[in-house]
């Protein structure tokens, strides 16, 4: 996902490279935090469900994650991705076929954002987490207003600094803000907001 040439250019597939720096990032103040006692132990089941990766980059949210010493199914719906499972459409897999997860992290395709959030509240057991990278501004929208109001989000974890998605342009970074969205299933209390 990323806004460059929005409106003009776009990738095929929605298919961006997240920085392994920006996951670091998150997962540090996360875990910081204390808010859901991140670690793996917690949260034995996690997927990824559009991982990414292709011949010349890993995986990005499978790699930190494992680095951290979590066990991570990954789904891809290209066929080149890295993935355990390619060739799947999350949207498409019935919640009811698929075993329940702790946590869903993924930085998905950002025109079927709200439909992966909903999705993937679906496929995760009761206090499971659904953690998504996102536009900042995803938080507007009339359109979004009504999902805004029934998503169970626990906190947002905004990035000061600017990602870029290309690793092959590593100084250049994209034209907007990004952040991790934590909706936890189940959850009732006001978000947080952290700045990273």
């Known amino acids: 996902m990323s806004s460059l040439n929005r409106g003009t250019v776009r990738n095929a597939d929605d ?32 997927l990824d469900p559009s991982a990414g990766g292709c011949e010349k980059y890993p995986m990005s949210y499978p790699t930190v994650l494992e680095q951290e010493g979590f066990r991570v ?26 075993r329940k997860y702790d946590m ?15 999705h993937a509240l679906e496929m995760v057991e009761d206090g499971g987490l659904v953690i998504m990278l996102q536009r900042l501004n995803w938080l507007g929208s009339q359109k979004r207003k009504p999902m805004w109001q029934k998503l169970p989000l626990a906190a947002v974890y905004v990035h000061s600094k600017r990602p870029g ?17 934590v909706f936890c299933k189940g959850y009732e209390l006001a978000p947080e907001l952290f700045v990273i």
């Open 15 to 46: 298919y961006y490279i997240t920085p392994h720096w920006l996951i670091e990032d998150f997962l540090a103040a996360f875990s910081e935090s204390n808010c859901f006692r991140f670690d793996p132990e917690n949260y034995p089941r996690v």
């Open 73 to 98: 199914e990954s789904w891809d719906i290209r066929e080149d991705s890295r993935a355990n499972l390619t060739g799947v459409n999350f949207l498409n897999v019935p919640s009811y076929e698929s």
């Open 104 to 118: 869903i992290i993924t930085n998905p395709p950002f025109f079927q954002a709200q439909a992966f959030a909903e």
């Open 165 to 181: 998605f290309d690793p092959q342009k590593p100084s250049k970074t994209d034209s907007t803000e990004y952040a991790h969205f």
